[in-house]
């Protein structure tokens, strides 16, 4: 029997953990693998060959309940963009020497770049005796060919909850207040979009919300607000890390520097501070702003429990697939019906996710340009339902961890 490989990569969310539990629950109760190693630090460490056997990590029930409640990579992570061809040789070469026939690996676009570079590799160099199976994650839910991404109805509870919060805390004082709050998600505003799920606890949520999608027009945006102070005292905004003006430059690179990483994505948080000084100098009013950052993917002990059954689901569909002999192609999410809410497990082609992102549909943004509509709504719903039973010890909730 051969060996299963699988390795994390990218952003880390809430719930990737939850699909390394399904990719090892799998492999494992199969009977048709000899062991179970993780890549540290993703396709870095699959180059370095920095391996762990989770059979001597993951033992039993409660490790697998507690691996599923730990934030972060477990395994870590990396962000290297596989650029020559001699990198996909050494891979495959890498594989061989430790009689690995099965890859998994877990990540959101550019992990999902790689998965694609590789089988196709394998595919034109005739290797059959390896499968290469991608299993999506990204909070940014920009995936395509998958419904939904794993880790994204986590994070959108997360920001549901967060402004559902702030929104009482701002409404305190009878002065004159914004509140400007810079939500994750690049070049995609669906988590920007899951602040408006604040309204399910019968709350107002934010006044307004801008996405990324949209051109962002500064004069537009003051005058918003500048409305809503007209009727009442605090105005609590969302907006996109990655919303830019009409000549298509990122709101933030005022603040910003033209940095970018291994995959040539610009650095772009900052956009509510330069929001915080305009309102600041143009209205005259009090005025803070919030970048919730990291904190948006890392909130495991708020994680939805839908998000992290389909995750471990998702895990378990990828290892199932290779198994049986599947390369090139990346589990995914097919929904069903909305209400009741009713999905299945099925992959899709690699070539079908790889180097594409998939953007919120412009009529679920309202004319205005500052709300979503009810079909958003319709969509999110269902993703942050439900809540797990988080193991606590000494007052704060108990992580797994691989190594110290």
């Known amino acids: 029997m051969k060996k299963l490989l699988v390795a994390q990569s990218g952003g880390p969310t809430a719930a990737i953990n939850a699909t390394l539990a399904g990719v090892v629950q799998c492999a494992y109760s199969s009977g048709k693998v000899s062991e179970v190693l993780g890549a540290v630090n993703g396709i870095k460490g699959v180059l370095e060959e920095r391996f762990l056997n989770l059979g001597l990590h993951i033992k039993n029930v409660e490790d697998f309940q507690l691996l599923c409640q730990t934030p972060a990579a477990a395994l870590g992570s990396c962000r290297l963009k596989i650029k020559e061809r001699t990198q996909l040789e050494q891979i495959i070469t890498v594989l061989r020497r430790h009689d690995i026939g099965y ?10 770049d790689t998965v694609a570079q590789l089988s196709a ?65 690049r070049n995609a505003g669906w988590l920007t979009a899951a602040s408006a799920l604040a309204r399910l606890g019968g709350g107002k949520g934010p006044d307004l919300i801008y996405l990324c999608e949209n051109s962002f027009d500064t004069d537009r945006f003051l005058s918003d607000v500048e409305q809503c102070l007209e009727s009442q005292d605090s105005v609590l905004v969302a907006i996109s890390e990655g919303i830019k003006g009409a000549d298509g430059r990122y709101v933030s690179e005022q603040v910003q520097t033209k940095a970018a990483d291994n995959f040539g994505h610009a650095y772009i948080a900052g956009s509510a501070k330069v929001l915080e000084s305009l309102v600041q100098e143009k209205l005259g009013c009090k005025v803070r702003s919030i970048e919730l950052n990291l904190m948006q993917r890392c909130a495991a002990h708020i994680a939805s429990a839908v998000d992290i059954e389909e995750s471990r689901m998702l895990g378990m569909k990828a290892c199932q697939c290779a198994l049986e002999g599947s390369s090139g ?18 992959t899709v082609p690699i070539s079908e996710v790889a180097n594409a992102e998939k953007k919120v549909p412009s009529d679920w943004i309202t004319d205005s340009g500052n709300d979503v509509t009810e079909e958003m709504i319709t969509y999110l719903r269902p993703l942050i339902q439900g809540e797990n039973k988080v193991e606590y010890e000494n007052g704060i909730p108990k992580h797994l961890s691989f190594y110290k």
Not at 107 to 112: A, E, F, K, Y
Not at 137 to 163: E, Q, R, V, W
């Open 329 to 346: 192609r990346m589990a995914a999410v097919i929904r069903k019906t909305d209400v009741p809410y009713v999905v299945e497990f099925k």
């Open 121 to 185: 590799y394998c595919e034109e160099e005739g290797i059959s005796d390896i499968c290469i199976m991608g299993a999506p994650k990204t909070i940014d839910n920009d995936l395509m060919g998958t419904d939904h991404c794993p880790g994204f109805g986590s994070a959108a509870k997360y920001i549901a909850s967060t402004f559902a919060e702030l929104e009482r805390d701002c409404h305190v004082y009878d002065v004159k207040a914004v509140t400007i709050v810079e939500v994750m998600g």
């Open 103 to 112: 890859f998994i690996y877990i990540g959101g676009n550019d992990s999902m």
